[in-house]
């Protein structure tokens, strides 16, 4: 089993940067893929990044790519997503998500960014 709390969302003006993190515990192999994925209204989800659990391969999105950075926190056992250049199509439910198996299985309650024009 493994439990995802995500944190660090709000409303910022557009430009502005917002720092997600994603509290892990549980099961967790270094090999594990974790992500970060959005759904914002009416719209389905969405992947936004991911990386491995050791915290290595980060990959993007073409609509972040440039503005979001993933990372590990050993210290801390989370993964965060550092939101730069914020736009508001960016206005989202914010997700962390783990591996169960071969797919995404266990997900955070999510965490709301909005961002005003």
């Known amino acids: 089993q493994v439990q995802l709390v995500e944190s660090g969302g709000g409303l910022v003006q557009a430009g502005g940067s917002l720092r997600l993190s994603c509290a892990v515990s549980?099961?967790?192999?270094?090999?594990?893929?974790m992500g970060w994925f959005r759904q914002a209204p009416g719209k389905e989800r969405e992947f936004v990044a991911r990386?491995?659990?050791?915290?290595?391969?980060?990959s993007y999105a073409d609509s972040v790519k440039g503005r979001f950075t993933i990372s590990r926190d050993n210290a801390k056992n989370t993964i965060d997503l550092q939101m730069n250049s914020l736009k508001p199509e960016d206005t989202a439910v914010y997700y962390c998500?783990?591996?169960?198996?071969?797919?995404?299985?266990?997900w955070g309650p999510g965490t709301q960014v909005t961002v005003s024009s």
């Open positions: 998500a783990a591996p169960r198996g071969s797919v995404f299985g266990y």
């Open positions: 549980g099961r967790t192999f270094s090999s594990d893929v």
């Open positions: 990386i491995t659990w050791r915290g290595e391969s980060p």
